[in-house]
């Protein structure tokens, strides 16, 4: 087995179900690779899935204007299943036609079990815009397992992660998923932790939070660097990724509901929205049997 073949592997784990969204851009492109890469070094069926977005009342008025994309998405699957079968991944894929895109995704990760949800993200202006528009955004808000968000042009190298905790339930399930991936995959030559304060006289509680995670990773033979900063969170640790050359972000969410009230305030969003490098979202719900 290859270098970039074991890492993948022992990163996450053995994934038996994996869901590609992808909505047929050139945004989708570093997930379409990832996704190719997982499935063929966890060798599984990678699940291909485009939801086209319908308006009932255009499409009762005799405009079905969806069959058109509906043979474009045909041809964007034909090119992804010619490059996964170059790399000897078979695909399952799955057109379907909605209302509610997030909705559809959520739908077939819950039938099909998806032990990961892989996606790609719009390079949008304005992150108001970009979290309370973003399908990938309601996708984590309400996803039944974890989510890995590859932005178009970036690649997980496995040498560099970078964890992000705050002490709560979801964070610390996020510790424990990259805490598994460090003692696991040995490719990793880098593990920094960063808590993020929001004003100095709580730095204390910051580093308490990092003294937890040490001890706790030490435990499994890790090593990690630790951070505690001071500022507005996503924004600490986005630019702490890129300070540290990090390739890929770890963080905790919560899986909630009331999609709108819960978007802006999620770090987890702001994070994705801005970061460079790919980001790991970790559920505080229990992995589907």
Do not use: W
Request: glycine fraction near 6%.
């Amino acid at each position: 087995m290859s270098l970039t073949a074991r890492h993948r592997t022992n990163m996450m784990g053995e994934l038996k179900s994996i869901l590609l969204a992808t909505d047929g851009s050139d945004n989708s492109n570093g997930a379409v690779k990832e996704a190719i890469g997982f499935s063929r070094d966890c060798k599984t069926v990678l699940r291909l899935l485009r939801v086209i977005e319908i308006n009932p009342a255009y499409e009762s008025m005799g405009f079905h204007y969806t069959d058109k994309m509906k043979e474009t998405a045909m041809a964007e699957f034909d090119d992804i299943r010619e490059l996964a079968a170059s790399h000897n991944v078979e695909c399952d894929i799955a057109i379907k036609r909605s209302e509610s895109v997030y909705g559809a995704i959520i739908q077939e990760a819950n039938r099909y079990k998806s032990d990961i949800i892989i996606m790609g993200k719009h390079g949008m202006t304005g992150l108001r815009k970009m979290l309370l528009g973003s399908v990938t955004a309601k996708v984590i808000a309400t996803s039944p397992t974890k989510v890995l968000v590859v932005p178009r042009d970036s690649e997980i190298r496995g040498e560099s992660i970078l964890l992000a905790v705050d002490g709560s339930k979801c964070s610390q399930i996020a510790e424990d998923e990259a805490i598994n991936m460090a003692s696991r995959c040995d490719v990793i030559k880098n593990m920094i932790v960063v808590s993020v304060a929001q004003s100095k006289d709580k730095l204390p509680y910051a580093q308490e939070i990092l003294d937890k995670v040490k001890k706790k990773a030490h435990r499994r033979g890790v090593n990690v660097e630790t951070l505690a900063l001071v500022g507005q969170p996503y924004k600490a640790i986005v630019n702490a990724s890129l300070e540290c050359g990090s390739d890929i972000i770890i963080v905790g969410t919560h899986r909630r509901t009331g999609i709108a009230s819960i978007l802006m305030g999620s770090v987890a969003q702001q994070v994705i929205a801005l970061s460079m490098c790919p980001v790991l979202v970790v559920k505080d719900v229990p992995q589907m049997p």
